[in-house]
């Protein structure tokens, strides 16, 4: 039987064990997937012991994980970020779930001018999403400058980005609202029925800047349906097929649903 995982720091929160035994039961294929605790100084030690054939990589190891990997793959190593590996191979499916997650939502990201929330590792896979999806404009809102100007300066190396101020699609790639600090919004920015706002965040279902953006008309998409589009892209890569259309996805968010708050 496979052995699949996630390793992070905190990992006690995560779905994934329940999400991927649901997508192995759906397809017929038998394999299991734990949860590892991994601190930051024990990532090498996990590295070179652990016997897994895939894991997934959540915080804080996406950015350190690549110092020990055989290398990456040509969209992880633009992003500079991996949340999947495979054979000691860095992959990145956070960007294919995101636009995944868009798509099922019948939502078209083509020609629109975009405003990112968050300048971390998040910001960048979604960024590069927006990027292949032919985006007109990306913007940056964070608290931090610096981090703000790094990450408008490597979106600038991919496409001309005339800056809009008037974004029609709003992403939070913050982790400000998460559960348990639910309270938290990323951002005061004013929103109206003419907006498209994405949270990346799945815990809580519908976070308070989903619900106060949904108050003033704008749709609204949570982050759960790219939790689970990311986790199937994962398994392609594991499996070496793919098996996306075999994949009940109602089924799987009931079943999520029913664990989250």
């Known amino acids: 039987m496979k052995q699949f995982g996630v390793i992070g720091s905190p990992i006690e929160h995560s779905l994934s064990p329940d999400l991927h035994s649901e997508i192995y039961k759906q397809i017929n294929f038998k ?16 590295f070179l012991c652990n016997k897994l054939d895939g894991y997934n990589v959540t915080t804080p190891h996406k950015i350190p994980i690549i110092t020990y990997l055989k290398k990456l793959d040509k969209t992880a190593k633009k992003i500079l970020a991996v949340n999947c590996v495979s054979d000691g191979i860095g992959y990145n499916t956070d960007w294919i779930g995101f636009n995944n997650a868009v798509s099922i939502n019948n939502i078209s990201l083509k020609g ?51 800056q809009d101020n008037k974004p029609e699609i709003i992403i939070n790639c913050t982790p400000l609202g998460m559960w348990p600090n639910i309270e938290s919004l990323p951002t005061k920015y004013e929103v109206n029925q003419n907006h498209i706002v994405i949270d990346t965040i799945y815990n809580p279902i519908k976070t308070n800047w989903i619900r106060h953006c949904e108050e003033k008309g704008a749709k609204t998409i949570g982050g759960l349906d790219m939790l689970i589009t990311q986790a199937i ?23 999520l649903k029913e664990k989250l708050c």
């Open 31 to 46: 394999a299991s997937y734990e949860k590892f605790n991994v601190n930051p100084s024990d990532l090498e030690n996990f």
């Open 112 to 162: 629109k001018s975009c405003l990112i929330l968050g300048a971390g590792g998040v910001a960048y896979s979604i960024a590069y999403a927006l990027i292949m999806s032919q985006v007109k404009s990306i913007s940056v809102l964070n608290r931090n400058n610096s981090n703000k100007n790094k990450l408008l300066i490597w979106i600038n190396d991919f496409f001309y980005n005339p």
């Open 233 to 255: 892209a994962s398994v392609n890569i594991w499996l070496k097929t793919d098996v996306t259309n075999k994949i009940n996805l109602k089924k799987i968010k009931n079943i």
